[in-house]
């Protein structure tokens, strides 16, 4: 299907990008910077702006069967002014509206809208079972939601099927609530909201990407959707929970007052209770991937298929890279992943090496953007990016020293953080349309002794993050077993 994303470059959008690629559809990505949606979504999608022409998106809208919006500012950790409010409704129910309103104008509108909306409509619930039978709540975040859908389904006028995703706290590592809270639970002290009683509805950015994908293909599903696991959870439980895996000694609930003090009405998106359940979803039997919040949580914080250990320098001179590049006696650690790909070597290389989709691969928060490239890829060729590591902003000019096309290239770092990188990307064919893939860095770190202290506490821990959500990334664009939409 020819789909459009709005809000492609936000943490669920630009998954979701590598997702339904993955699952050969043609997609547009309608973004407000171009520029830096290109650096960030590669080659997979075709760009255009929201300051284009109500013409011009009509053009646009008149190609593509499906529309999915995403659109709208976070709402936390943020104070509510009265000019955030505004920001808040013009970026959901304003760019809605407009949306709509477009595809009112086109002479075949796409027949299906997939719309963003929260489990904020239901306001503050405390203990009451929420379904999507349930009433509207009250309060601004249960008004802004109600009006963000009755915009949405405005497309109903014209024949276009029309889903609202009634989203709960979405879970993911390298982005939204899991991205901020994690931290202070890294470095021993975690904390909860309020008095920790609150449910929290909660759900794992994989499941939301399958009941995006649910709702394109199945003709029989409109009207809300509560995109919540099965089984939510209070804060204080979801903080035990998480402090256990990240190692967290410390668990502080921060008083409503205080939160009140700081954020003002915005305390409450914090503090609301939602005990909802995806009574829908169950009917439809779909199948949660992530149903238990401990399994959603160590799949994201504690990340398997990523080995990085101290190397064996008898292994580095065992090969024919050390003779090549006597350097690489200096490597102290190695990186090592392996996943299997559900094409053909051939479309697997042409993919890995375009340095314009290492941004697709690439966590948000690394802010990662080319400054410089070569006309042609091989043997030889440079480039140049700028990356960000925590909040310190960094050059990495990088040379391809090897060059074997459909087989592997290897990229060594001429300037940079480390003292050395050397990353080896090999595809293995295994059979006619699948391959594996498989990353092989050697590395070392500077700073000799506080170096390896930084590595042991810091750096190995980032590497494991980045490398993780580069491998899925990798699974969903390309295949595996737990990204089917099944």
Not at 211 to 232: A, F, R
Request: glycine residues 8%.
């Amino acid at each position: 299907m020819n789909i459009i994303i709005a809000g492609a470059t936000g943490f669920i959008g630009s998954e979701l990008v590598a997702f339904l690629k993955g699952r050969g559809h043609v997609l547009t990505a309608l973004v407000r910077d171009v520029s830096r949606a290109s650096e960030q979504l590669g080659t997979d999608a075709k760009l255009i702006s929201f300051g284009s022409t109500d013409k011009e998106l009509i053009t646009e809208f008149e190609n593509s069967e499906v529309i999915v919006n995403l659109v709208g500012r976070p709402l936390a950790p943020s104070r509510w002014s009265k000019a955030k409010k505004e920001e808040f409704f013009d970026s959901r129910v304003g760019v809605t509206k407009r949306m709509v309103s477009i595809m009112g104008e086109c002479k075949n509108p796409p027949s299906i809208l997939v719309s963003a909306s929260a489990v904020g409509y239901y306001g503050d619930r405390f203990d009451e079972e929420i379904t999507e039978a349930s009433k509207k709540g009250d309060g601004f975040l249960a008004d802004l939601c109600d009006l963000w859908e009755k915009a949405a389904f405005e497309a109903e006028n014209f024949g276009t099927r029309v889903c609202t995703l009634r989203i709960g706290v979405v879970l993911g590592r390298e982005g939204g609530f899991l991205k901020q809270m994690s931290l202070p639970f890294e470095m021993g002290i975690g904390t909860y909201t309020g008095n920790g009683n609150q449910w929290v509805p909660w759900i794992h950015y994989l499941d939301l990407l399958r009941i995006i994908d649910l709702g394109i293909n199945d003709e029989s599903i409109s009207g809300p959707i509560n995109c919540t696991s099965p089984k939510p959870v209070t804060g204080k439980s979801f903080a035990k929970s998480l402090a256990s895996i990240l190692g967290a000694k410390i668990l502080i609930g921060l008083p409503a007052l205080c939160l009140r003090l700081v954020f003002g009405e915005g305390e409450k998106v914090l503090t609301s209770s939602q005990k909802a359940y995806p009574n829908f979803l169950q009917e439809k039997e779909f199948q949660f991937v992530h149903e238990d919040l401990v399994h959603a949580l160590n799949e994201e914080c504690s990340p398997k298929g990523v080995s990085i250990t101290k190397i064996d320098i008898r292994e580095i001179h065992s090969g024919n890279s050390a003779k090549n590049l006597p350097e690489l006696s200096r490597a102290q650690y190695k990186i090592e992943t392996s996943v299997k790909l559900e094409v053909d070597s051939k479309v697997a290389f042409e993919f890995f090496s375009s340095p314009f989709n290492l941004g697709l691969t690439t966590p948000n928060w690394m802010g990662f953007c080319i400054t410089e490239s070569s006309p042609d890829m091989g043997e030889g060729s440079e480039f140049e990016y700028k990356i960000n590591l925590g909040p310190i902003p960094m050059k990495w000019r990088t040379k391809i020293i090897k060059w074997a096309p459909d087989d592997l290239f290897v990229d060594y770092q001429k300037k940079g953080p480390y003292r050395l990188w050397w990353h080896q990307h090999r595809i293995i064919t295994e059979e006619a349309s699948t391959c594996r893939m498989e990353d092989k860095v050697l590395y070392s770190i500077p700073g000799w002794f506080l170096g390896r202290v930084a590595h042991k506490y810091i750096i190995k821990s980032i590497l494991v993050r980045i490398f993780a959500h580069r491998m899925k990334v990798i699974q969903m664009r390309f295949g595996g077993s737990n990204y089917d939409s099944s």
